[in-house]
């Protein structure tokens, strides 16, 4: 099975501080994503690659960036955390369907 | 940009009854993904719907894909309190999936 490991389920920082979240899979697929995900808002689109070095914008890219140096690491970038990037933060690979990390709860104070 | 609608956004049934969750989108998609997230969990992709007027049978569930591939739902038959969870379903497009806000499903013993 595809495995997709987050590097941390709970986070919690300050505002202004820049924080960095890790994704892992472990099928060599090119295809990487992260999502938030917001009661009332469902699953939305931050970034996503189709190959290393490779970069789009997904819907709601403000405030992020991304990495990604090998194919299989994705990482998720908030320069400065502010109060409304508190929320669920899930990566995915894909080959045909998506397989979702376990998440990160970010929380920033 | 696309967009995805799914309703209901909560359904309330009692055990044994049948439930029914409805996608629409605003633009004909190249296909379109089922996934499901436990209470706690991470979406978990169910089946992937490519052929306009498709029908996939899994178990109890059956899912549908419109003719003019804008629209798709997802039934399922005699729930169970194993089915409890968020259903989404994910437009493909270009930049990948636009996903539905997701139907709670919340059964009662």
């Known amino acids: 099975d595809v495995k997709v490991t987050q590097s941390s389920r709970y986070l919690v920082k300050r505002t202004g501080e820049k924080v960095f979240l890790e994704c892992v899979q472990d099928m060599d697929h090119e295809n990487m994503f992260w999502y938030r995900q917001d009661p009332g808002l469902g699953l939305r689109l931050i970034y996503f690659s189709y190959d290393v070095k490779m970069k789009e914008k997904g819907d709601i890219p403000e405030g992020y960036s991304v990495s990604r140096e090998k194919k299989e690491r994705f990482s998720l970038i908030l320069e400065s955390a502010s109060t409304n990037q508190t929320s669920m933060y899930l990566c995915?690979?894909?080959?045909?369907?998506?397989?979702f990390g376990s998440g990160t709860r970010l929380t920033v104070v | 940009g696309q967009q995805v609608m799914q309703i209901p956004q909560y359904q309330h049934v009692q055990e044994g009854e049948d439930f029914t969750t409805y996608c629409n989108s605003s633009t004909t998609l190249s296909n379109i993904q089922w996934y499901k997230q436990r209470p706690g969990g991470h979406p978990v992709f169910l089946i992937q719907?490519?052929?306009?007027?498709e029908v996939k049978k899994q178990k109890r569930l059956t899912f549908q894909f419109g003719e003019a591939k804008k629209n798709s739902s997802l039934h399922i038959t005699a729930t169970q309190t194993t089915d409890v969870g968020t259903y989404f379903c994910g437009g493909g497009g270009a930049d990948g999936l636009t996903f539905g806000k997701g139907t709670h499903l919340i059964i009662q013993p």
């Open positions: 995915a690979s894909r080959f045909v369907g998506y397989t």
């Open positions: 719907l490519v052929k306009s007027g």
